[in-house]
Structures are given as structure tokens and as C-alpha cells.
């Protein structure tokens, strides 16, 4: 009888720890890694650094101290900006040539790279550097790019050109043009060839869906279907899929010029969710994601409503993508005058969590606020950021 009772004492003690064994790698904020360098536990914790209504990279004082801080408080993967506002933040001998202007001329930016020093220092303290190729195809619509290369730019099907972000007039690159691409392609391989952890895209890769039709590829459109012209109604399936496989083309020849250059350069990206992506931005990004030049996913949720946000994580492209590629989520922290509530953030990390997603990155820094003891919360050990099955 005694020998019963052990043996069902022995029993229960090991149905307990398989439990506790199987809730471990959701990594939540009530079950964190007693061991933070072990190989079974990784969890994405990005954070974007722009330009945009931020202050953190015009100086090398502010780059650092926000290096630091994220250190400390268990970030292990910065995304900086470096291509924005129509110019790029690191010295580029492609934007002299084609710009006139190898930097953007912001006064805190000058006599620096940007690039090199999120590189060196992040490194240094144990961060991944993932720059952030933040406006794709796109630009200010007074930029020097838009005013030297007018032939560049795609319209609408009346001719006008300008598509309003916020309060900001900008105008699209075409994407389908040869020294467009020959451009973006010159922009990353510069990019690539520094000591960066990977290359993020994001939703500005693509092309609004009202754009497409300006004469080189109305007559580009012409040459591959019979002499028709593009059809009047920008919606059309057929003609949204035409444009859509183009930049899937281009798409292509990016991720093999990236390896090319850098081997070991994750090719990241950054989109919206698949039907709002393909539907208003031509981006068919869960294509890519299936061919394999996508090894690294963030998905940007920005919902104020968790059963929205749920309803987003269990997408079936998502899912999908799941299976073989490190897949996060880009969680909103705030905008520029309003700061999202800490209880928020903490239920979508939660929710993310839940679904034993790869991790979260928030958008941006700045927005993180005075909230040091809050984000210690849900980082309170350090882990190591997933890795890509090659």
C-alpha cells in the first residue's frame, strides 16, 4: 500500500513537470527563462528607430544613450532607418550620383554614418542591427529625387501624381521602371555590404493601387498583352495581378542581390496584413514569403481592439508562414502626441506570446516613453532572438 501511494506521489510529481515543461517556451510574462542564453528559448524584441517625429538618431550622444537603454532593458534587435524623407542616412555614393546629395542634410546627421555606428555600438552591447529600408518606392513629393528624375515617377490614370501620407504630399517611384530598380538595387547592395544582421522592407515596397499608369508602363503593358491599353478601373483583378508579379519579379532579384553581396544578411520585411497589402499596395508579400525571399516576418498590427488583433494573428497566411520562418509582430507603442496605454501593449505581448509567435518589434522608439520599469516587466531576462532555418 505504501508502494502504491509512492509510486502515485512519483506519478504526479512527473505529470507536474512535463506541464511546467510545456508552458515553459511560451515565455510569458509570469513564466520567464531562468536561463537566457539557452538555445531553446528566443523571442524577437525589436524596436524601429526613424527619423519621423524623433529625435533619437541626430546625434551620436541620443544614438547612444538609446542603445544603451534598450540594452538594459533587454532588447536584443534595433531596426534603424536609412532610407527616408527621399534621401539616405548613411554616406551613399549612389545618392550622390543620382541625388547630388550622399546624405540627408539634417545638421545632426552630418559628418556621421549612422549605419556604421548602430552597427558598431548595437554589436557591442549584444543587439542584432537590422536596417530599415523605411519609404521603398516612395518619396516626398518636393524631394530632389522627384525633381531630377521626374521620368521616374508613376500616375494615375488622369495624370496626377501626388498620394497624401497624413499631411504629407509624396509621389511613387515606379517600380517597374529598369533604372528604378537599378537604383533601389545600387541603394541595398551599399546597404548590405556593411556588417548588418539583415535588410527589412516594409509596406512602402510596393505601389499604391491607383498608380500604374504612366507612359513607360502603359507601353510596357502594351508589349506583354496584345496592344491593349491598361484597364480604366485600377481595381481590375487581371491588371492589379500584372502589376502585383512585377514587383514579385523585382522582389526576387532584391533577395539574390542582397545574398550575393551578404550571405548572411536576413532579408526581413515589414508588411501590413495580406489582403489590405495586396489590395491597396500591389504587395503580394505572402507569395514571397512562400518562395522563399522572405526570412524574416514582422507583421504590423496596429489595433486598439485585442479581439482585432487576435483575429489578425490567426490569419491563415500567418499561420502558414509560422512553420518555417521566424514570424512577429509589429505592436504600436505610440504616435507622435499620443502614447498608447501600457495595458494594451501588455495584452498584445501577451496575445502574441499565447500563439508562440517568434516575438514582437514596437513602433517606435520614442514612443516607448518614461515607461523603463513597465518594459523591464516584460523583458526581465535577457534571450537571444530567433534564427533563420537556412
Not at 499604391?208 to 496584345?226: A, F
Not at 514569403?289 to 514582422?298: A, Q, T, Y
Not at 516575438?359 to 515607461?371: C, K, P, V
Amino acid at each position: 500500500m505504501k508502494l502504491n501511494r509512492r509510486f502515485g506521489v512519483i506519478l504526479v510529481a512527473i505529470s507536474l513537470l512535463i506541464c511546467l515543461m510545456g508552458q515553459f517556451p511560451q515565455l510569458t510574462t509570469a513564466q520567464t527563462p531562468t536561463s537566457p542564453t539557452s538555445s531553446s528559448i528566443t523571442e524577437l524584441r525589436g524596436v524601429w528607430l526613424t527619423n519621423i517625429d524623433s529625435d533619437v538618431l541626430f546625434s551620436r550622444r541620443t544614438l547612444t544613450q538609446a542603445l544603451q537603454r534598450l540594452n538594459r532593458l533587454n532588447f536584443n534587435t534595433i531596426y534603424p532607418t536609412v532610407w527616408n524623407w527621399g534621401y539616405t542616412l548613411y554616406p551613399s555614393p549612389t545618392a550622390e550620383r543620382v541625388i547630388g546629395q550622399t546624405l540627408d542634410p539634417h545638421p545632426g546627421l552630418q559628418g556621421r554614418d549612422i549605419l556604421a555606428e548602430s552597427v558598431n555600438q548595437g554589436h557591442g552591447l549584444g543587439l542584432a542591427v537590422v536596417p530599415w529600408f523605411e519609404f521603398g518606392f516612395m518619396a516626398p513629393a518636393d524631394s530632389d529625387l522627384a525633381r531630377l528624375h521626374p521620368e521616374w515617377l508613376t500616375s494615375r490614370r488622369d495624370g496626377t501624381q501626388v498620394v497624401m501620407e497624413g499631411t504629407h504630399p509624396r509621389v511613387w517611384l515606379n517600380p517597374f521602371h529598369p533604372e528604378v530598380q537599378q537604383f533601389i538595387l545600387d541603394l541595398i547592395t551599399e546597404i548590405a555590404a556593411y556588417d548588418i544582421d539583415g535588410l527589412q522592407l516594409d509596406d512602402h515596397f510596393g505601389l499604391p493601387v491607383e498608380l500604374g499608369y504612366d507612359p513607360y508602363t502603359i507601353r510596357l503593358y502594351q508589349q506583354e498583352n496584345q496592344g491593349r491599353r491598361p484597364p480604366n478601373n485600377p481595381q481590375d483583378p487581371a491588371w492589379k495581378r500584372w502589376r502585383a508579379d512585377k514587383i514579385t519579379a523585382f522582389m526576387t532579384r532584391v533577395f539574390y542581390a542582397i545574398k550575393q553581396k551578404n550571405p548572411d544578411c536576413v532579408v526581413a520585411i515589414a508588411p501590413n496584413s495580406k489582403d489590405f497589402s495586396y489590395d491597396y499596395y500591389l504587395q503580394d508579400w505572402a507569395t514571397w514569403e512562400r518562395r522563399g525571399f522572405v526570412e524574416e516576418l514582422i507583421v504590423q498590427i496596429y489595433r486598439d481592439d485585442l479581439t482585432r488583433f487576435v483575429q489578425e494573428l490567426e490569419r491563415p497566411e500567418i499561420q502558414l508562414a509560422k512553420g518555417h520562418i521566424p514570424v512577429g509582430v509589429g505592436i504600436l507603442t505610440g504616435l507622435k502626441n499620443r502614447s498608447v496605454d501600457m495595458r494594451q501593449i501588455t495584452q498584445q505581448v501577451q496575445a502574441v506570446r499565447d500563439r508562440r509567435f517568434a516575438g514582437i518589434s514596437f513602433f517606435f522608439y520614442e514612443t516607448l516613453g518614461n515607461r523603463d520599469a513597465a518594459f523591464r516587466t516584460l523583458f526581465p531576462t535577457r534571450v537571444l532572438r530567433p534564427t533563420v532555418r537556412r
